[in-house]
């Protein structure tokens, strides 16, 4: 099991390159289960994908003006 956390931030802001990271998935998908998490996944992963799952926020300390905490988001 290999989890990829925010990757698609790193794959959206041009720090890792799209069409080499799925060659690189096209090789590793056979034998490891990959975990691939973040928001804006390009469209090309979420094809690959067996699962996609999109999460929203019910509630949040942000919405009242209370950014990332020490020891909860940080």
């Given at each position: 099991l290999l989890v990829l956390d925010e990757v698609s931030h790193a794959i959206n802001k041009g720090l890792l390159d799209l069409n080499q990271f799925v060659a690189w998935l096209h090789v590793a998908m056979p034998r490891v289960r990959l975990v691939l998490t973040g928001r804006n996944m390009p469209p090309q992963l979420i094809g690959l994908a067996d699962e996609a799952t999109e999460c929203e926020m019910v509630k949040h300390p942000i919405t009242q003006g209370i950014?990332?905490?020490w020891?909860?988001?940080?």
């Open positions: 950014f990332g905490r020891g909860v988001e940080y």
